[in-house]
């Protein structure tokens, strides 16, 4: 807890000196919820919201959900559908909207260890259907965490992690954007992780959302069929 505490003091007192230098800080909000019905198959669902300012000026949300089938212990598939939103900058959920939209998205995500160093590969597909018309969009995530702290029932509580992704599409100018995330995690027990980490997103020529740096906290939730599946629990990078 001392750890967590410290943490959780040092990134608040940078995101405070963050925003005394950049008023355009914004806040990134997940809540996750994730239900094992094996080993190979399990159903996810989730909703975010976000504001470009901190906890202000909301301009963002979404719900999604889906299903994973893991065809390898080191190899996992997603087919996944969601809602997305995204409201003209200026105030909360400010009208008209920038864009309103249905997405479709396939996705792998290959692992791979190096001690107790994880790896991770996400490829993600979307098939966008939005107010603007249909669009494609091809995505690549790179991540890497790391597990510590003493060992509870299997599992460590604390993990950093640190992912960077770039968005394409098949039209010009063909790159969209790049997003970087830097995160801690703890987990409180193995069916719940609570997430502080801060956010930078770059982008190119589009509205669908504003470019910016973000203050991002995450509550993800693991619920397992039968307790044996328990063991093996999810140590994936979290989704956004």
Known sequence: MRILLFVTIALCL?????????????SWNILNIKYNLDVKWSFFGETQLR??????????????????????KNVKLTLGVGSYQTYKEGGDFVLPKNNDEFRIWPQVILFQSFGKLKIEQRYRAELRFTSNGYRNRFRYRLGISYPFGKERNEYKPFQVSASNELFFTNKEPYFERNRMLLAFNYKPSKATTIQIGY???????????????????GYFIELFRKAALDKSIDTDSKDN
């Open 51 to 72: 504001s470009l300012k901190f906890y202000s000026n909301f301009h963002y949300f979404e719900y999604k959900g889906g299903f994973n089938y893991k065809v390898h």
């Open 199 to 217: 956010l930078h997103q770059f982008d190119y020529k589009i509205n669908d959302e504003t470019g910016r740096d973000f203050f991002q906290v």
């Open 14 to 26: 940078s995101m405070k000196t963050i925003s005394a230098q950049k008023s355009d800080l914004g």
